[in-house]
Structures are given as structure tokens and as C-alpha cells.
């Protein structure tokens, strides 16, 4: 009974390593579509609402030339979870998102799910999308 | 002791004296019935086809050829969520066309981001100066909430229709159809650009934006092209409908309704301090960094007249000046209620005089008076006219009449259609050849209550309390407007 028990209890501690370990299974990719084709996109991809918030850092970040034919990122090889993206297209290339006197975006700006802004950046839960295995999202950056 | 017959009924009048008095009983009533002039607040569907407009009075002035274009909301509410406050309403841009004595009317609404997202909700979402929004709104910039309803700029073949805290919307002056908002330089997109653009004699177009206690200061070509934008501070952060130049100066009148935080809708954002004064900064249109201030007691204002410079330096200008806010705050709500008592007393025409010496007056007068409008031939210069809108009484809103103030003999003439018409803004607009101040027609619509219907009514400037010289009738009646622009 005690090596069947201790057999038992093996199996459950494997069983929960398992579950939590990461498990490297989720493939993101933005396919954007932009109004000129200057500049670069910059995307950043979050893994929780405290990062997405600007507490910390993005979990993978890209630039894509918005010149190229296929302006495409895929972030690779992500455990399953929540994610949400943000992206402004960096028109002038001058790496920051530049504004009116008045501090008001004057490059375009987008979030996963296309979610829509409302009096400043998309909501997590708003922007936020569960990921498993291969997701494709087309963001509209007009 | 058995209570006479009249003690009895002195004690039942005392008791409905203190139940209700007739003026509560009517203010009550006020209050459940949807008011005559509710019609000036009603939505509009659709855009509304040009159509032929019926002479119903005199006839067309000779050399009267012309757009009038106007603007101002259209439509309020939706099943899922409506406007809450008079300047929120999607913008809707109307035409009179007057061309060989005939008169047309067509109307088209401005085709923004807002009315588009609203449209698909079918629910008012967007935040607005009085009107709170809700959580669908999607605002990714100012622009997004930019209702384009407030005034109109002619330039070339467009029309742009002005909001307040936004870029202007560019439409066509042909068939009033949506171009796109305007920007005037791309580092400027989506700076604000008020709804009171002023000319210069030189043909020059100067108009402001304000964010907080900052004012992009706005120098545009004759053809609508920008020439010079540059950034001022202003010594507090006032809520500013209008300013006014003269042709060497621009004057920002900062009245004491301050924006004190961040919030929205706007109005919840400020706060009425009249003891702090009405503050009139005067800059060198030449040199921005060349300021003078002014002090006056403090009042409240949403429109100014064109201001002029005389040869020993002073600088007047007119205003439409109130009390206090509450109209701006409670009264546009009621508006588009349809029904209650709008409180607070209708603004009165008054004379503001900055002196050399830095002193500053202002002479109110008796004409209750909103909208003023001049010559525009005269923009920036001396002149003695103003034309306004007249006839507001307290607990009513909107006006009946027009009225022209003569600011050199004091006097004040003026026509009322009365009660059962709501009046508009009415565009100075000069006789051909001409160049009197007087020798102008004033071209404005009304809302006949009684027939439902708008009207186009022509003053002759000079003789304006012979009433209109011409009036053409529409098939329908539009919701009041705000301000107009003419096109000749």
C-alpha cells in the first residue's frame, strides 16, 4: 500500500508540474494594414493587464517596415493565456509617437481585437484575447 | 364655535396659497407639457433633399444672389441613448440658396466619426459639453467626439462645418457632402479650431483653440490655408466660445467660468466664479508676445461683436453678456427636453471700452440681445451696427425678433414676429455697390410654431422694423440653428 500510495503521490506531483508548467504552445500574429507606407509599425504585446497598464514591461515588442508588402509579425512560441497588443505606426520613423502642441496622437494608433479606444487607450478587457495554439489578427492602423 | 362661511374660505384661500399659487401651477405645467417651442430641438431623420422654397411675403431684393449656410444639431436622440444638452447634437448643415428671386433649402448632416458610431449603436454613446456618454463611446481622439454642429466657414467651393474642441469638417458647398476633417498642417491634426473664425480687412482668417490655460493661436491665408499656428499661455484656464480682433489686435475675453479639473462632460469641469472678474487680454496680431491685460467685473458671455481701435488707441467691442452660466448649464438641457423653465436672465447687448490707460468699462444696455452680427465690410474697423437677435423673455428661451443696436446714437430698432416664431441668427450681408453701413440686408430663418414650419425672412438694415421685405416658406420645419455664414 505505501509504494502504491507513494506511486500515487508521484503521479500527482507530475501531473502538477505539468499543469504548471508553461506550456510553449501559442503562435500571435498582427497582419496590419496602414494608410502610407512610411515609417514603421511598433508593436508591443502584453501578457497582463498591469504590464498593458504601464506598470510593466511587454512580453515580446517588434517594429515592422510598413513599406514591406507583408507587414506581418508573428510572436512565437507563447504560453496559452490572456494577451493584448498595442501598436502606433511611427510614420516620420523617428521612434516616438508624436502628438499636437496640445499632447493629443497625431500617428495612428491601434490595439488588439481593434479594440476602440475611449478617452485614451483601449481597456485590457476590451482589448484583451485568449491564446492557444496559431492566432491571427488583421489591425486596421488607418 | 362654528367656523363662518368666510373665515372658511378665507382659510381655504390661505391653504391654496400655500399649496399653489398660480405661478406654480404654471410653472408646473411648464414642466409636464412639451412646450411650442420644443420643435426648435426636434430630431431630424434624414438629410433633407433641396427643395423649392414658397414666397410668402414681398419679393426678392434686387441683387440679392446668394448661399446662406448654416449650422447647428439636427438630431438628439436615439432608442439606445440621447443627447442631453442643446450643443451636442449631430451637425446639421443647411443651405438657403437665393438665385433669381427664388429661394431653396436643402440640409445634409456632417458625416463624422461620432453620428457614424452612433448610427450603428443606434444609442447617443459619445461625451460631450453637457451630455455625459457611456462606456461604448469609442474616443480615440477629440475629433472622434467632434460634432461639427456649431458654425460655418465658407472658403473657396467647401464649406467647413466648426465645432469647438476639434479640427473643422470639410464639405462640399454644392450638395453639402462630407470631405473629411481638415488639417491644417499635419504636426497640427486635430488641434482645436473654434466656431468664430475672424477675417481681417486684409482678407487674412484668424480664429483660436483653447485646451486648459493654452490657445493655439490660428493665421490663415484668405484661401483657407494656413499661414501661422503658434501656442500662447493664457492667465487661467476660461471657457472661451469667441474672441475678436480688430485689425491690429486679437482680444481674448477670459470670463470667471474656469475649467477647474478634468472631467466630462465639460460643464462638469467648471465652476462660476464671479468674484474673481472677467479678464480681457489684448495681444499685437503682429507679435503674440506683446500683451496687455484688462480687468472688468466679472459676467458671463458665450458671443462678441467685431471690435475696432480708434486713432487714440482705445478698443471697443460689443457682447452678449448674462449673469451667470445656468443657461449654458441647465437652460440647453431643457432645450432638449422640450419642456420647463430655462433659467437664469437672457443676455443683454453691452459695449466694452479698453482705454489707453488700462482702464476698462462696460455699458449694458436695455436690448436683450444674443447672436450679434456686423458689416462685413467693416470687420476689424469702426463701425456703429450691430445686429442681433431680440425678444427672449425670462422663463422662455429662444428668441422672437431681430433688432439692430446703433452704438454711435444709442438708439436700438428692431421687428418682432412674436411668440409663435423662434428666430435665428441673422448674416449682414451688403447691397451690391454699396458701401453705407446701413446699406446692407440682414438674411436669417425662423421657426413659424404655428405653421411648423421655417422660414427665410430679408431685412433691409435700415429699415428693419418695417419687418421683412421678403420671406420664403419651407415644406418642413428644421430644428433652430446656431450660426451662419453667407456665401455671395
Known sequence: MKTRSALWATAALSVAALASAPAFAADITFDFDVAAPTGRIMVALFDSEANYGGEGQPVRYAMVEAADAQKTVTFENLPDGDYAMRAFHDLDGDGKMNTNPFGMPIEPFAFSNNAAANMGPASWARAKFAATGAVVQSISLK | ?488
Not at chain 2, 420643435?39 to 434624414?46: C, F, K
Not at chain 2, 438628439?76 to 429661394?103: C, E, K, N, Y
Not at chain 2, 416664431?421 to 410654431?449: C, M, Q, R, Y
Open chain 2, 1 to 488: 364655535m362654528i367656523p363662518s362661511r368666510r373665515s372658511f374660505l378665507m382659510g381655504a384661500a390661505a391653504l391654496s396659497a400655500a399649496v399653489a399659487t398660480p405661478e406654480m401651477v404654471r410653472a408646473a405645467a411648464a414642466l409636464d407639457v412639451a412646450a411650442d417651442w420644443a420643435i426648435a430641438t426636434r430630431d431630424v431623420e434624414d438629410d433633407v433633399a433641396r427643395q423649392t422654397m414658397r414666397l410668402i411675403h414681398g419679393r426678392a431684393p434686387t441683387g440679392l444672389q446668394g448661399a446662406l449656410f448654416r449650422n447647428g444639431p439636427g438630431r438628439f436622440r436615439r432608442p439606445g441613448g440621447s443627447v442631453t444638452h442643446w450643443f451636442d447634437g449631430d451637425g446639421l448643415m443647411r443651405a438657403f440658396r437665393i438665385h433669381d428671386g427664388q429661394a431653396t433649402l436643402e440640409a445634409r448632416f456632417a458625416d463624422t466619426p461620432k453620428r457614424r458610431v452612433e448610427t450603428e449603436l443606434n444609442a447617443v454613446v459619445t461625451p460631450g459639453f453637457g451630455t455625459r456618454g457611456d462606456p461604448r463611446a469609442r474616443v480615440g481622439s477629440n475629433d472622434d467626439a467632434n460634432a461639427a454642429n456649431t458654425a460655418v466657414m465658407a472658403v473657396g467651393n467647401q464649406v467647413w462645418a466648426l465645432w469647438e474642441g476639434g479640427s473643422p469638417l470639410a464639405m462640399e458647398a454644392s450638395d453639402l457632402s462630407t470631405r473629411g476633417f481638415v488639417t491644417l498642417r499635419d504636426d497640427l491634426k486635430a488641434m482645436p479650431f473654434q466656431a468664430h473664425p475672424r477675417r481681417a480687412p486684409d482678407g487674412s482668417i484668424w480664429n483660436v483653440g483653447t485646451a486648459g490655460d493654452r490657445a493655439v493661436i490660428w493665421r490663415l491665408n484668405p484661401d483657407g490655408g494656413l499661414n501661422q499656428a503658434e501656442v500662447i499661455r493664457l492667465p487661467r484656464a476660461s471657457y472661451m466660445h469667441d474672441f475678436t480682433a480688430t485689425d491690429r489686435h486679437l482680444i481674448l475675453v477670459l470670463q470667471p467660468w474656469v475649467f477647474e479639473r478634468q472631467a466630462l462632460p465639460v460643464i462638469d469641469g467648471l465652476a462660476w466664479r464671479p468674484e474673481a472678474g472677467t479678464q480681457v487680454m489684448v495681444l499685437d496680431k503682429d507679435d503674440l508676445t506683446r500683451r496687455r491685460l484688462y480687468d472688468l467685473p466679472g459676467f458671463f458671455h458665450f458671443h462678441l461683436g467685431d471690435a475696432w481701435a480708434e486713432n487714440d488707441g482705445t478698443i471697443r467691442f460689443d457682447v452678449a453678456a448674462s449673469g451667470d452660466p445656468r443657461f449654458a448649464v441647465d437652460g440647453a438641457r431643457v432645450l432638449v427636453e422640450g419642456h420647463g423653465v430655462v433659467p437664469g436672465d437672457p443676455a443683454r447687448l453691452s459695449l466694452i471700452t479698453l482705454r489707453p490707460d488700462g482702464r476698462a468699462e462696460m455699458a449694458t444696455t436695455e436690448a436683450i440681445g444674443e447672436f450679434p452680427k456686423a458689416d462685413p465690410r467693416r470687420q476689424g474697423l469702426k463701425r456703429s451696427l450691430t445686429a442681433h437677435t431680440s425678444g427672449e423673455t425670462q422663463g422662455r428661451p429662444l428668441p422672437t425678433g431681430l433688432a439692430v443696436q446703433d452704438w454711435d446714437s444709442g438708439r436700438s430698432r428692431g421687428f418682432h414676429f412674436g411668440p409663435h416664431h423662434v428666430v435665428e441668427e441673422a448674416v449682414f450681408v451688403p447691397k451690391p455697390g454699396a458701401t453705407a453701413e446701413s446699406d446692407a440686408w440682414l438674411v436669417g430663418p425662423s421657426i413659424n410654431l404655428q405653421a411648423g414650419r421655417t422660414e427665410l425672412h430679408v431685412f433691409d438694415v435700415a429699415r428693419i422694423e418695417d419687418g421683412p421685405v421678403a420671406t420664403w416658406q419651407a415644406d418642413l420645419a428644421l430644428p433652430a440653428g446656431f450660426h451662419g455664414a453667407w456665401a455671395g
